[in-house]
C-alpha cells in the first residue's frame, strides 16, 4: 500500500497471505520453496529434489503449532498441501510461459518454462516419497495432539 498523498511504502500486502483459504496453501507453498533442494527456476533437473528433513522440519514446525486448532483431516492432508501448490505453481509458470510471459517476472525467454519444469520434477519426487511425507506427518500428529 502506497500513501496518497507521498507515494511513500506504508506496508506490503501479499493476497495470498491474507485471502480466505486453506492452511494446507501456506504449508503447501512453504514445502514447495523451502524443501527443495534447487531453486525454483534450476534449469539442471538432476538437482532438483525434496529435502526430506526439511519437509519433517517444516512439518514439525506447522504441526507443533496447530495440532490443536485444525482438523485431523486438514493435518494429514499436509503432504497433499505440498504436492498440489508445487504443481499450481507449475501449471502457472507454464501458463505464463505460454501466454507470453505476461505475469511472472522474467530474467530470459523461457525462464517460465524452465520453472514449470523445475516444479514438475519437484512433483514427481514428492510423489515418489509420498508414503514417507504421509508417516512423517501421522508421526508428528501423533506426537502434538
Known amino acids: 500500500m502506497l500513501d496518497v498523498d507521498t507515494g511513500e511504502a506504508l506496508c506490503v500486502i501479499d493476497l495470498d ?14 514445502v514447495r520453496v523451502g524443501a527443495s ?3 525454483e527456476d534450476e534449469a539442471d533437473l538432476s538437482k532438483v529434489s525434496l529435502d526430506i528433513d526439511l519437509f519433517r522440519g517444516f512439518a514439525e514446525g506447522f504441526i507443533s503449532q496447530t495440532a ?4 485431523e483431516s486438514e493435518l494429514t492432508s499436509l503432504p497433499l498441501g505440498a504436492l498440489v501448490m ?7 509458470f507454464l501458463t ?3 501466454d ?3 505475469y511472472f517476472r522474467i530474467a530470459y525467454p523461457e525462464h517460465n518454462l524452465v520453472r ?17 511425507m504421509d508417516r512423517i506427518v501421522r508421526e508428528l500428529i501423533e506426537k502434538y495432539r
Open 96 to 98: 505464463d510461459y505460454l
Open 68 to 71: 490443536r486448532g485444525l482438523t
Open 100 to 102: 507470453g510471459d505476461v
Open 17 to 30: 497471505t491474507v485471502m480466505a483459504g486453506s492452511a494446507l496453501y501456506d504449508f503447501g507453498d512453504a
Open 116 to 132: 514449470a519444469r523445475a516444479q514438475f520434477k519437484l512433483v514427481s519426487d514428492m510423489e515418489a516419497r509420498r508414503d514417507e
Open 37 to 39: 533442494t534447487a531453486a
Open 86 to 92: 508445487t504443481y499450481e505453481n507449475g501449471i502457472r
